[in-house]
């Protein structure tokens, strides 16, 4: 008896299955189109009709790998942060971190890599640091106007720009610290005191602290007003 073709999902899913064992086995360099058909009993068109290329099926197929991470809770910013570095570190280190950094490299970067993961894939890691930083304002360690998503993952943009820029095989310790102490911590805590000094210079002048907006004058000059 002949075998039952394999359509839709089942197909997709045996495509995956093979792409993925193809990366575990000899890595992103390796990984081809008719190696992955080979192994999952079918042919090129069939992929190149869901992937348009190699990387998009490399990309697919690190997603199947790839498991959520939840974040620390120590009780401190600054162990909290060290301590997804510290995971991340590891992970970028491990044979699933090298297919991680051998599709940045073939996406041309981080950035570029997030887009082929999808939308998605970059709000959930803004989300995780997030909620590292949304922790430590509930502690009372900063305030919430160092929640903006550009500043909470500046810690992990700066790891994985070791890995890019150097081509380490990982990151020593004392770099994640300074990465930690030196630009990740001056920078929340910059945010949290700026919005503390406005505040205690409005409390001095007797103005109640409202928002503020930007108006253009006739010769398109912008200037802040305080909202009555």
């Known amino acids: 008896m002949s075998q039952t073709r394999r359509r839709g999902a089942a197909l997709e899913a045996a495509i995956l299955r093979a792409a993925v064992d193809e990366l575990t086995e000899s890595g992103f360099a390796a990984l081809t189109m008719e190696r992955v058909a080979q192994r999952a009993g079918t042919n090129k068109n069939a992929i190149y009709r869901r992937w348009p290329d190699r990387l998009a099926l490399g990309v697919a197929a690190y997603r199947q790998m790839a498991r959520a991470v939840q974040p620390p809770d120590t009780g401190?910013?600054?162990?909290d942060v060290l301590e997804m570095l510290r995971r991340a570190n590891r992970h970028l280190s491990s044979p699933l971190g090298t297919i991680l950094r051998d599709l940045m490299a073939a996406a041309g970067g981080a950035s570029e890599l997030l887009e082929q993961l999808g939308d998605r894939s970059g709000d959930a890691m803004t989300a995780t640091w997030l909620v590292i930083l949304g922790r430590a304002v509930a502690r009372g360690e900063i305030t919430p106007e160092a929640l903006h998503p550009r500043v909470a993952t500046v810690a992990i943009v700066l790891l994985r720009n070791e890995f890019v820029t150097r081509g380490v095989p990982t990151v020593p310790d004392d770099v994640l610290v300074e990465i930690v102490?030196?630009?990740?911590?001056?920078?929340?805590?910059?945010?949290?005191?700026?919005?503390?000094?406005?505040?205690?210079?409005?409390?001095?002048?007797?103005?109640?602290?409202?928002?503020?907006?930007?108006?253009?004058?006739?010769?398109?000059?912008?200037?802040?007003?305080?909202?009555?």
């Open 181 to 228: 102490d030196e630009v990740y911590l001056p920078l929340v805590a910059n945010r949290s005191s700026q919005q503390r000094v406005g505040d205690a210079v409005g409390q001095d002048a007797g103005v109640e602290a409202g928002p503020v907006e930007v108006r253009a004058d006739d010769h398109g000059r912008t200037g802040r007003q305080r909202r009555e």
């Open 76 to 79: 401190s910013l600054r162990e």
